[in-house]
């Protein structure tokens, strides 16, 4: 076995769940990887499996009682802590998911979670319908937007009788997302990438609006791909068809206008801007405070332009925005026809340094699909026609051209 986690910490926290069977395995695997496992167990979880059994496949005493304080010169759950290069809870109930997101430290594995600052994932467990509760939801969102990384929950049959989503991540599942985070290739460490997605809504009332038909699907493909490898990503997003990706920071922003503001204020620490976002051009000149009554068989809007995002970048940096050291900007061009024309005249009037463009009306791209097409264009023109793939698989091949045309290979991020 590939001794891929040689010099690597792993905590594994293990919770009151059925599926900390589980863990023993996650366990074995993480050892045969190389890894120095330090099991931390709750009350709970030592009623389903015995700490002998994790202390004799770890090859070190099981944590768990925040008082068993077995070395003198040691407070125990500060030293595992520190020690930590990652944390992993697995199985996490909702009970310790409530914890984290709220601060509470009442056992040594909660107590250790609030003292290491090192990576956390989490790998969720537990019934359908705890899972799809608002509050587990609200917590594991609070979760996300602190970094934590998650293992997503399997779907099948249930201990608890029911079919559904809820059931631990198999343990190889598990252990690939932590080699990802410990020995993957992360090309964008040390980087501060800026993503927009979503399509903007401008309000004519209360409860009517324009927008588009953005799903923000492939924003947060972009920004799931500069998390994983490595970039620290800011995702400001506007109407999305579902949320926004875990381990990201998220800035909220409906309209254009708001949209504007969260991204001019965040460029001068950003490195790479990529604007995949649907922004409305035209806004209603009048927004009415109540709700519009009907009137007339026919009614009239009047509309005014919003500003133009991508423009604003490439103006701020040609006024020397960041003393000349403005990030690398990507823009986004969906088209219905001459796409290759339309976005080089994109490119050119927008300053931008990539466009990357699409034809909409193909099968298997633009807006609400899992897959794209897109062709990557620079100053040069045509660099590269992508063929129909998943987005995510797009954003990868995306973040390559990024890195190569930026000269990221090899070189150090702005201090």
């Given at each position: 076995m590939s001794k891929t986690l040689a010099g690597r910490t792993?905590?594994?926290?293990i919770t009151g769940g059925i599926a900390a069977y589980k863990a023993a395995t996650l366990c074995s695997r993480l050892v045969s990887y190389g890894a120095d496992v330090r099991v931390i167990m709750t009350e709970g979880a030592t009623k389903f499996i015995a700490p002998l059994t994790l202390q004799t496949l770890s090859r070190h005493p099981v944590a768990t009682d925040t008082f068993d304080e077995r070395d003198a010169a040691k407070v125990q759950h500060i030293d595992l802590a520190d020690a930590a290069d990652l944390v992993v809870v697995a199985p996490a109930t909702a009970n310790i998911i409530a914890k984290m997101a709220h601060g509470l430290a009442d056992d040594m594995l909660s107590t250790t979670l609030l003292a290491t600052t090192a990576p956390v994932l989490v790998a969720p467990a537990m019934n359908v319908h705890m899972l799809a509760h608002p509050a587990v939801q609200a917590n594991l969102g609070i979760l996300a937007d602190r970094g934590v990384r998650f293992v997503e929950s399997g779907t099948g049959q249930l201990a608890c009788g029911y079919v559904g989503k809820g059931r631990l991540a198999e343990p190889d599942e598990i252990?690939?997302?932590?080699?990802?985070?410990?020995a993957g290739d992360r090309p964008l460490a040390g980087r501060k990438v800026l993503v927009t997605a979503g399509g903007t809504v401008e309000r004519l009332d209360p409860v009517r609006y324009i927008t588009n038909d953005s799903s923000g699907k492939m924003g947060f493909a972009l920004a799931e791909a500069a998390?994983?490898?490595?970039?620290?990503?800011?995702?400001?997003?506007?109407?999305?068809?579902?949320p926004p990706p875990p381990g990201v920071r998220v800035v909220k922003?409906?309209?254009?206008?708001?949209?504007?503001d969260a991204v001019m204020q965040r460029l001068p620490e950003a490195d790479a801007v990529v604007k995949a976002a649907a922004v409305a051009d035209y806004r209603p000149v009048v927004r009415h405070a109540e709700k519009m009554k009907k009137g007339p068989d026919k009614l009239t809007l009047e509309l005014e332009r919003t500003t133009d995002i991508l423009q604003a970048i490439g103006e701020w940096r040609r006024e020397g925005g960041a003393a000349g050291r403005g990030p690398f900007v990507v823009g986004f061009a969906?088209?219905?026809?001459d796409v290759e024309r339309n976005?080089?005249?994109?490119?050119?009037?927008?300053?931008?340094d990539l466009i990357v463009a699409n034809d909409v009306t193909r099968e298997g791209a633009g807006f609400g699909t899992d897959t794209n097409v897109v062709s990557v264009f620079g100053a040069e023109g045509l660099l590269e026609s992508m063929p129909l793939q998943s987005k995510r698989a797009a954003?990868?091949?995306?973040?390559?051209?990024?890195r190569e045309?930026?000269?990221?290979n090899g070189e150090a991020p702005r201090s």
């Amino acid at each position: 076995m590939s001794k891929t986690l040689a010099g690597r910490t792993i905590v594994l926290g293990i919770t009151g769940g059925i599926a900390a069977y589980k863990a023993a395995t996650l366990c074995s695997r993480l050892v045969s990887y190389g890894a120095d496992v330090r099991v931390i167990m709750t009350e709970g979880a030592t009623k389903f499996i015995a700490p002998l059994t994790l202390q004799t496949l770890s090859r070190h005493p099981v944590a768990t009682d925040t008082f068993d304080e077995r070395d003198a010169a040691k407070v125990q759950h500060i030293d595992l802590a520190d020690a930590a290069d990652l944390v992993v809870v697995a199985p996490a109930t909702a009970n310790i998911i409530a914890k984290m997101a709220h601060g509470l430290a009442d056992d040594m594995l909660s107590t250790t979670l609030l003292a290491t600052t090192a990576p956390v994932l989490v790998a969720p467990a537990m019934n359908v319908h705890m899972l799809a509760h608002p509050a587990v939801q609200a917590n594991l969102g609070i979760l996300a937007d602190r970094g934590v990384r998650f293992v997503e929950s399997g779907t099948g049959q249930l201990a608890c009788g029911y079919v559904g989503k809820g059931r631990l991540a198999e343990p190889d599942e598990i252990v690939a997302a932590i080699v990802g985070l410990l020995a993957g290739d992360r090309p964008l460490a040390g980087r501060k990438v800026l993503v927009t997605a979503g399509g903007t809504v401008e309000r004519l009332d209360p409860v009517r609006y324009i927008t588009n038909d953005s799903s923000g699907k492939m924003g947060f493909a972009l920004a799931e791909a500069a998390r994983d490898q490595g970039a620290d990503v800011t995702l400001v997003c506007a109407r999305t068809d579902a949320p926004p990706p875990p381990g990201v920071r998220v800035v909220k922003a409906e309209s254009a206008q708001e949209m504007l503001d969260a991204v001019m204020q965040r460029l001068p620490e950003a490195d790479a801007v990529v604007k995949a976002a649907a922004v409305a051009d035209y806004r209603p000149v009048v927004r009415h405070a109540e709700k519009m009554k009907k009137g007339p068989d026919k009614l009239t809007l009047e509309l005014e332009r919003t500003t133009d995002i991508l423009q604003a970048i490439g103006e701020w940096r040609r006024e020397g925005g960041a003393a000349g050291r403005g990030p690398f900007v990507v823009g986004f061009a969906a088209e219905t026809n001459d796409v290759e024309r339309n976005a080089l005249d994109k490119l050119r009037r927008k300053g931008c340094d990539l466009i990357v463009a699409n034809d909409v009306t193909r099968e298997g791209a633009g807006f609400g699909t899992d897959t794209n097409v897109v062709s990557v264009f620079g100053a040069e023109g045509l660099l590269e026609s992508m063929p129909l793939q998943s987005k995510r698989a797009a954003a990868e091949r995306i973040w390559q051209w990024v890195r190569e045309r930026a000269g990221w290979n090899g070189e150090a991020p702005r201090s």
